[in-house]
């Protein structure tokens, strides 16, 4: 939960009053045009940066008021999927999707082994474990990162715009594999981006940050804001695309 968050670089108010509560297993979307603010609230989010003023509350716990221990361990629970995948070049895949485990757990070597070989399967990789990340697609690689994020079984996931940089094909497949994940698994999942036809694919929940205002205009289901909002500005950021079919929208004709 978020509660009157306030974001500041010095004395610059990115934004101000933001309040939105994410519920257990659902994806929850951090929208918004260019230079808004939201990556920059996952930052908040996700225990890189001090807010302002406000509160980003966890289980009831006020992550920036508890000592590091507690900060720790609910970070703990965190599985991360950056824009540009941050793969670590040098390593394979399954090296990669290992570092976590070796890490944070005292797994024997078999079973980091078992457990990387599952979860690149969960992603679609099986039999890519040996492959370094230079000699695999841009999609593959964000799946290989997600794969890396989900190592230690998080409670939440957060994406960075993880459309950047695809194809549509490619988006739209990640878009069916966080789908799936959250089915099958039940994870919550928070993800910034801008991008519609992932917005309306796979949104349960949002919230909207406005640059021009810099506060949150709206929060609720995508498609449900789109159908009735009479805000012009959020308007106008879900009918971008004219190209997509109100079916491609809603999942069915309108």
């Given at each position: 939960?978020?509660?009157?968050?306030?974001?500041?670089?010095?004395?610059?108010?990115?934004?101000?009053?933001?309040?939105?509560?994410?519920?257990?297993?659902?994806?929850?979307?951090?929208?918004?045009?260019?230079?808004?603010?939201?990556?920059?609230?996952?930052?908040?989010?996700?225990?890189?940066?001090?807010?302002?003023?406000?509160?980003?509350?966890?289980?009831?716990?006020?992550?920036?008021?508890?000592?590091?221990?507690?900060?720790?361990?609910?970070?703990?629970?965190?599985?991360?999927?950056?824009?540009?995948?941050?793969?670590?070049?040098?390593?394979?895949?399954?090296?990669?999707v290992a570092l976590p485990l070796e890490e944070y757990t005292s797994m024997s070597d078999r079973e980091i082994a078992e457990v990387v070989s599952l979860k690149l399967a969960l992603v679609g990789l099986k039999g890519f474990e040996n492959f370094y990340p230079s000699e695999i697609s841009g999609g593959m690689k964000k799946r290989a990162g997600l794969a890396r994020a989900m190592a230690l079984d998080p409670e939440i996931l957060?994406?960075?715009?993880?459309?950047?940089?695809?194809?549509?094909?490619?988006?739209?497949?990640?878009?069916?594999?966080i789908l799936q994940i959250r089915d099958s698994l039940g994870t919550t999942i928070i993800v910034v981006t801008h991008e519609l036809a992932s917005i309306f694919a796979i949104g349960d929940n949002s919230v909207f940050l406005d640059a021009a205002s810099k506060t949150m205009l709206a929060k609720g289901n995508p498609k449900e804001l789109l159908k009735r909002t009479d805000n012009h500005v959020?308007?106008?950021?879900?009918?971008?695309?004219?190209?997509?079919?109100?079916?491609e929208i809603y999942g069915e004709d309108k």
């Open positions: 939960m978020v509660e009157n968050l306030t974001m500041a670089y010095g004395s610059y108010i990115l934004q101000h009053d933001l309040n939105f509560e994410v519920s257990k297993s659902e994806i929850f979307i951090i929208m918004g045009g260019s230079g808004c603010g939201k990556s920059t609230l996952l930052k908040h989010m996700i225990g890189l940066k001090k807010p302002c003023a406000g509160s980003v509350l966890y289980n009831d716990i006020d992550f920036w008021k508890s000592d590091v221990d507690m900060q720790e361990k609910i970070m703990r629970s965190f599985g991360i999927l950056y824009q540009s995948s941050a793969l670590w070049s040098s390593m394979t895949l399954a090296e990669n957060f994406f960075d715009e993880p459309s950047a940089g695809l194809d549509p094909i490619s988006s739209r497949l990640l878009d069916d594999l959020l308007k106008s950021f879900l009918t971008r695309a004219e190209n997509m079919s109100l079916k």
